[in-house]
């Protein structure tokens, strides 16, 4: 199973996040990702974004908040939702390659599932959100290489939209 899980930074966490980097690559080394990156705002960085693969919901949650800089105080909040990975690709299989970055775009909603767009050239990672049992649709996740990116998801269908800056992660 996928899950989405959305580290949001506190306000001057960057130099604990700076002294724990080793220790949270490491950690990050111990599972199979799908996506990752850190996401950004105006050149600040402001949290990461991991896809993560793991037997069930209880072990995507002590990856979320096991992680090292989780544990040290560096983030005010954590996201974790079941993804469901609908283009069937992790990011380092997008045709569009590392270079250039993109924006993590979360659409939170109810109801039936939004329409996968057909702009599939800017998709680097596509996914619903579901319930810990996948059976309700809660949003959206999407990382998109776009212009627009809001636009990806169907205007009026959301009942909250974020866009956050984002780029590629893991080791280089």
Known sequence: ????????????????REALAEEHWSYMDGFELVARGPTFADGVVTGSVHVVEVPDAAAARAFAFDE???QAGGYRDVLVRRWDNVLGRS?????GGREGGGHLVLGFGSG???TVPGRLDELIAYGRLLSDDGTTWLGTAALVRSADPASVLTAGR???????????GGRR
């Open 158 to 168: 959301y009942d909250a939209v974020e866009v956050h800056e984002w780029e590629f």
């Open 91 to 95: 990011v380092g299989d997008f045709p």
């Open 1 to 16: 199973m996928e899950f989405l899980c959305y580290h949001r930074d506190r306000p001057g966490s960057m130099p604990l």
């Open 68 to 70: 090292p800089i989780h």
């Open 112 to 114: 039936e599932p939004d």
